[in-house]
């Protein structure tokens, strides 16, 4: 009888694990922000908190040698990530706030809201190797360099990795 009780506990454990898991990228309610988003956009309809990218702070030549390169070297930048998930929250307003005050062209940036699937209408998803949510692509001279979000939340992180030769 013990022995049925702990098959019990530990399949109610693994599921608990399982729950907590799936739901850091997924929803109890249906994402709104699929397809190509302006980040503004994004901002305002996704529900994140504004002061996580209020609150982001940069050293000043850091941001400048950032904005040479990206200038210099051509760069765009494919966004893919999900209103609802909580990974998504928490370290793209960091990057946003990087390209702003950066002042990147808007036409360099491309955001790309995925549904819960991690799949976008127009199925641009499909062209890329998607294996964690957010993650950035950088298109350096035909060259595609993945960021995840411990590469992004990083400026040092950032250009030594889109500054490599």
């Known amino acids: 009888m013990a022995s049925n009780k ?32 302006d980040i503004e956009d994004w901002m305002m309809k996704s529900g994140w908190d504004r002061t996580l990218y209020d609150s982001s702070q940069f050293d000043e030549n850091q941001v400048a040698k950032f904005r040479e390169i990206i200038n210099s070297q051509g760069i765009d930048f494919q966004i893919f990530a999900m209103a609802s998930c909580m990974e998504c929250a928490s370290t793209l307003p ?10 990147i062209d808007k036409s360099k940036i491309t955001l790309t809201g995925l549904d819960d699937y991690w799949e976008s209408p127009d199925g641009k998803h499909r062209k890329f190797k998607i294996e964690e949510l957010p993650v950035v692509f950088v298109n350096k001279k035909s060259k595609l360099i993945s960021l995840l979000k411990k590469d992004f939340t990083d400026i040092n992180k950032i250009i030594e990795k889109i500054d490599e030769k």
Do not use: M, R
């Open 94 to 103: 960091y990057f946003f706030k990087l390209l702003n005050i950066s002042n």
């Open 6 to 37: 702990n098959v019990n506990n530990n399949f109610c454990a693994i599921i608990f694990i399982a729950t907590i898991l799936i739901s850091s990228c997924s929803t109890t309610h249906t994402n709104k922000l699929n397809g190509n988003v």
